[in-house]
């Protein structure tokens, strides 16, 4: 029998984080291309640190004398996303860092099983949804997501202009009869403007905005708070630690409340399963959760390289379902296509959609009228009872 009665933590990690910093650019760079044709080919890596940012991968257009001009625009979308984010340090500036751009065509040998609709890899992909919150997300995750986009929120309007961009919060939840009631201890660095700012000063700023973001009565006399718990943190970014696209799949995800595939998701075109499979196994997911078949519910996909049909479909409501977990398996597959192609089409994810999905969460997010997160989407749900 599943515990009732524990405490589970989840981490989250700002826009501003060196590894965020490099998911956001390797996502940019995707919208660019998908902006110029919905069918472009992209992997882009990225790599950042003191006065650096290197982008590298694989790329592709209909039209080879369109993607050499296309390659000279790069620069731009890198300083861009740095400036966006909020970076003008001596050592980590957008308009003055070095860039170097090793993109180049995508492998024919890659492309030739893409082309027949196949999956551009082989793979696993798991997708969760649990009715502990409203956006049908683990708390853990879901709130150290509210509480980062909220300083962020701050920060750049100028209501709290010493906050700096980089920063990491972590909250223990307590849970009573398997539900989230409260917080046991909650973890917040963040870079801030000036050496003479104590932990005390910097809990002052933060702490009103995480109390309007967490739950009434989640925060007790009893809770543990550790701010900015090392002393000075004004060194941040990638000038204070490298950063590396796809480092944080588990913050992308659930916090660790459910299991991870083998890939990351940010400058992978929907081409790739490993993002547009793991999109679908969320939806699936969510609408089974939404549709009152189960209190929780995992999903599984896997893929062979070439290969269009999922090889396998699993699904697991930890003995929260109303119909067997076999039943669930039988109408996921029944009510949507899970072919790559089947997934573009379905979610509609050829769009220049990604770059906001790059901080806060890939899940748990509101669809947005441009088809922003359209695998958070419930409309599945009558489709399913159908097919039972």
Not at 67 to 72: N, V, Y
Not at 148 to 157: D, I, Q
Not at 206 to 211: L, M, T
Request: hydrophobic share 35%; net charge negative.
């Amino acid at each position: 029998m599943t515990r009732q009665n524990y405490i589970f933590t989840s981490e989250s990690v700002s826009e501003g984080h060196p590894d965020k910093v490099c998911d956001r650019i390797s996502d940019a760079v995707l919208d660019a291309f998908l902006a110029e044709e919905p069918n472009a080919r992209v992997a882009c890596e990225t790599f950042a640190t003191t006065n650096q940012v290197v982008v590298g991968g694989e790329v592709g257009l209909s039209d080879k004398t369109r993607l050499a001009d296309f390659m000279t625009k790069i620069d731009g979308i890198v300083r861009e996303c740095v400036k966006d984010i909020g970076y003008e340090q001596d050592k980590f500036h957008w308009a003055t860092l070095n860039f170097a751009n090793y993109l180049h065509p995508q492998s024919a040998h890659i492309s030739q099983g893409v082309d027949k609709d196949g999956a551009g890899d082989q793979g696993i992909m798991f997708g969760y949804a649990t009715d502990e919150t409203p956006e049908l997300m683990p708390a853990p995750i879901q709130y150290s997501h509210a509480i980062l986009r909220r300083l962020a929120e701050v920060r750049k309007s100028g209501q709290e202009p010493t906050l700096g961009p980089d920063a990491k919060s972590q909250l223990s939840v307590r849970y009573e009869g398997g539900k989230p009631v409260g917080v046991s201890s909650i973890v917040l660095s963040t870079q801030h403007m000036y050496e003479s700012q104590t932990s005390d000063d910097i809990r002052a700023i933060v702490e009103p905005y995480i109390r309007e973001v967490l739950p009434e009565g989640w925060i007790t006399e009893a809770t543990e708070w550790w701010v900015n718990p090392t002393g000075t943190f004004v060194i941040g970014g990638p000038d204070g630690d490298a950063g590396l696209t796809g480092r944080k799949i588990i913050v992308d995800t659930y916090g660790g409340a459910a299991p991870h595939g083998g890939g990351a998701f940010s400058g992978k075109d929907p081409t790739k399963v490993d993002r547009s499979a793991a999109y679908a196994a969320r939806y699936l997911a969510k609408n089974v959760v939404a549709a009152g078949l189960a209190q929780k519910c995992l999903i599984q996909v896997s893929y062979a390289i070439g290969v269009a049909k999922p090889l396998s479909i699993y699904a697991d409501t930890y003995g929260t379902g109303q119909v067997p977990d076999e039943e669930i398996e039988r109408i996921v597959g029944e009510c949507m296509d899970l072919t790559p192609r089947g997934i573009r089409t379905h979610l509609d994810l050829c769009r220049p959609i990604y770059a906001r999905t790059a901080a806060y969460g890939h899940f748990g997010r509101a669809p947005e009228a441009d088809g922003g997160f359209s695998w958070e989407k419930t409309d599945l749900t009558e489709a399913l009872k159908k097919a039972l």
